[in-house]
């Protein structure tokens, strides 16, 4: 049976920080910042984040808000396939890892968008209970759904097309689904060669990378590199990326090149390349288990642009439409990570080059320039006053 894994590399307890708003620690409210992220709360936005297995403690994510001085959401646990609220603080065992997964998940969405409802969909790990969770999140209205699970494409090849039909089938209500590319840089696992995970891979989906970000003490950026050589990690992985060989190119990638490392040779994108865009995956603060704790990976990049998402949304009434048209068409929305690779300890790798590459995709938004990107300034308005002959001059303004 094919398990999935949450798409985090390195958790610790940190009992000698009283906050996660601790200076040194990251969370989405200082990310609205960093990232110019539009004014906003989510209110009335429905996200839902996909869980395989573990649970949360809704004490968590209240601690977690009222130490960045916000009130958090009230989650809505939904059951799929009769999985259940199985939380552990045993981080040796699948139950506690899986636990920390859904615990940063949650803490990313609310942080940045606080008013949103949250739902966590809950299912069996395995690939039924997987699709079967985002079906339901799909079906049950979400705007946005958060995925920060993966497996190597290479392991479920046959099974790809009939995920690729399901997505695409229910991401046609312009759902934006962004899914964790992983942590393992030009690898899907830490003893695989080149490859991706799935479904960052899909066709329907926006792949979210991961970056190194240092913040300036009024939380704007001060530099932001390939997320690499992180805290807690194994030297040199880092945000995943790389070429499918299996989900074929898509329209919005056509033309794309990208540069091989260490050969340097350039070569043309003809397969779905990941990630399509990054943002910070290191040192995020949480709760759990009422003690703050650091954690990082690509787990914590989707959910922060899923609450991204969510914030356009109430902002402008409409779910983005076409999103990764919008995404490749607007290089200007983006601050592009120039310098590094994601080589790993046993796989070369690709260049961080000019616009994408298949190590932070696109770059990483500036929210206010993707947002006007997705929503162009309607045009002005016109209006024609008719005035009958010979009653006076007719004007038309």
Known sequence: MSTF?????????????????????????????????????????????????GGYLQSDLNLAMQDIGLVAPTITFV????????????????????????????FC?????????????????SLSGFKNAIIRACDDGCDVVSVSWGIAELVVTSEIASWESTLATKTA???????????YGSTPGPSDGFGVDYPSASKSVI??????????????????????DLPGMPSTFGGSGGISTVVSLPSWQ????????????????????????????????????????????TSASAPIFAGMIARFVAKSGIRPAALHNVIYANTNAFYDVLDGNNATNNANGYYAT?????????????G?????????????????????AGTGNGNIT
Not at 109 to 125: C, E, G, H, L
Not at 173 to 183: K, L, P, Q
């Open 5 to 53: 894994s949450p798409k985090i590399l390195s958790f610790a307890l940190a009992p000698n920080y009283t906050s996660v708003n601790d200076v040194e620690l990251i969370h989405g409210k200082k990310l609205v910042t960093a990232y110019n992220i539009p004014a906003g709360t989510g209110a009335g936005k429905k996200v839902g984040i996909i869980s395989l297995g």
């Open 79 to 106: 059951s799929v396939d009769g999985a259940t609220n199985n939380f552990s603080s045993d981080t040796t065992t699948l139950a506690g890892g899986y636990s920390v997964e859904n615990t940063l998940d949650l």
């Open 109 to 125: 969405v609310a942080s940045v968008a606080p008013a949103a409802d949250i739902r966590m969909y809950t299912a069996p790990n």
């Open 173 to 183: 209500g312009n759902i934006t689904i962004c899914v964790a590319s992983g942590d």
């Open 207 to 228: 792949a979210v990378g991961g970056t190194k970000l240092t913040l300036n003490s009024n939380n704007t950026r001060l530099n932001e590199s390939v997320g690499r």
């Open 254 to 297: 056509a033309g794309l090149t990208y540069k091989t490392y260490p050969d340097g040779i350039v070569h043309t994108l003809t397969n779905r390349g990941v990630p399509d865009i990054a943002l910070a995956m290191n040192n995020y603060g949480i709760r759990f288990n009422g003690v703050v704790g650091v954690v990082g990976g």
């Open 354 to 366: 000019a616009t994408w590459d298949p190590v932070t995709g696109m770059g990483v938004p500036d």
């Open 368 to 388: 206010q320039l993707l947002y006007n990107a997705i929503y162009p300034s309607a045009p002005a308005t016109y209006t024609l006053t008719v005035v009958k």
